[in-house]
Each structure stands twice: as structure tokens, then as C-alpha cells.
């Protein structure tokens, strides 16, 4: 479900309007302006700040193809997955976020837990924990795994409408956006 969304221009409006469900498998949405939150069935959160384009895959999976999205699992929600051209980031009762810029490169903040990342291609799978506090990134040209500086409000964890805010890091004060 399109939970809520704040000052968002999409690609296609059709069936994106806060409230409605927003169909499995249905397409790749691009998300040009603003941000917007989902909400899935098994109750992960997912806050995505434009520009981004992703697609939901099923109930507990999303690929982003570019952008930004932060996820809030709860405990029922463990194994929910983010996917990228050259990455998979598995929850393991979490809060992350996940970038993919333009070139393919995927940056992982972990805030709280743990996930498992996995990097590569079929014969070169490099596979690894990364616990609450770190950050990774997985380079699009050799698929090789770094550490990067862990940044906790590199991402928009949470937006309201209804009160106007969206929050960035537990550290930085929400900004009101009207």
C-alpha cells in the first residue's frame, strides 16, 4: 500500500495515490519528485526519496534500480530483501538503507541489527554480515565489496504528511516541510 507520500511526481499516476495498493510484480515505478512510503503486507516499511525507480517483486522483496529507500523491518517481517543489479541485502530484523546511483554502484547503511549482503554474480558470490553502524558499498564495474563511512542520516527514514515532517537520522531534528 502507498502508505503516504510527500510533494510526490510520479512517472505514471495511475494507481499511485496514498491508500491504494500498489500491485506485486505490476511494473517498474519511477518516483521523479518527493518521497513516498509503503507499506507491505507482512508490515516492513519502505520510505523511498526521489529520484528512484524500483519495482516490487512480491510481498517481502523490492529492486531498486536507482535511488534511495530505507526499510524498517519488524520481527515478523525477517528475510524481507532489497535487490539491485549487483546486489541482495537480506534483513535479519533490521532498519537499512540502500542506494544505487546511476552507474549501478549499491551503498548499504545498516542503522540497527543485521542484514546479510550479498555481492557478485552466480560463479563470484561474496557473501557477508553487516551489522547496525556500518556501511558498504558493492562497485558496479568488479562487483568488489568496500567499507564506506557509515552516515545514520544519509537516508529519509520516516515522512508524515499529515504533520508535515520528514525525518532524516534519529540525531538530526525532522524537518517540517511546510
Known amino acids: 500500500v502507498?502508505?503516504?507520500?510527500?510533494?510526490?511526481?510520479?512517472?505514471?499516476?495511475?494507481?499511485?495515490?496514498?491508500?491504494?495498493?500498489?500491485?506485486?510484480?505490476?511494473?517498474?515505478?519511477?518516483?521523479?519528485?518527493?518521497?513516498?512510503k509503503l507499506l507491505f503486507d507482512n508490515q516492513a516499511q519502505v520510505t523511498i526519496e526521489a529520484p528512484a525507480k524500483f519495482q516490487i517483486l512480491a510481498e517481502d522483496k523490492i529492486h531498486l534500480r536507482y535511488g534511495r529507500?530505507?526499510?524498517?523491518?519488524?520481527?515478523?517481517?525477517?528475510?524481507?530483501?532489497?535487490?539491485?543489479?549487483?546486489?541482495?541485502?537480506?534483513?535479519?530484523?533490521?532498519?537499512f538503507g540502500v542506494e544505487v546511483d546511476r552507474r549501478g554502484d549499491t551503498c548499504l547503511h545498516v542503522v540497527k541489527g543485521k542484514t546479510t549482503l550479498i555481492a557478485g554474480e552466480k560463479s563470484n558470490k561474496l557473501s557477508m554480515d553487516v551489522i547496525g553502524g556500518a556501511a558498504k558499498k558493492v562497485s558496479a564495474d568488479c562487483q568488489?565489496?568496500?567499507?564506506?563511512?557509515?552516515?545514520?542520516?544519509?537516508?529519509?527514514?520516516?515522512?508524515?504528511?499529515?504533520?508535515?515532517?520528514?525525518?532524516r537520522g534519529d540525531t538530526q531534528p525532522s524537518i517540517n516541510y511546510i
Open 144 to 167: 568488489a565489496v568496500s567499507d564506506i563511512f557509515y552516515d545514520e542520516c544519509f537516508f529519509v527514514k520516516d515522512i508524515d504528511s499529515a504533520n508535515g515532517v520528514i525525518q
Open 69 to 95: 529507500i530505507y526499510a524498517t523491518v519488524p520481527p515478523e517481517a525477517i528475510g524481507f530483501m532489497v535487490t539491485t543489479q549487483n546486489a541482495k541485502v537480506i534483513d535479519l530484523g533490521t532498519e
Open 2 to 36: 502507498l502508505s503516504d507520500c510527500i510533494n510526490a511526481k510520479w512517472a505514471d499516476t495511475d494507481g499511485m495515490e496514498k491508500g491504494l495498493p500498489v500491485f506485486t510484480s505490476y511494473k517498474e515505478l519511477v518516483l521523479h519528485e518527493g518521497y513516498a
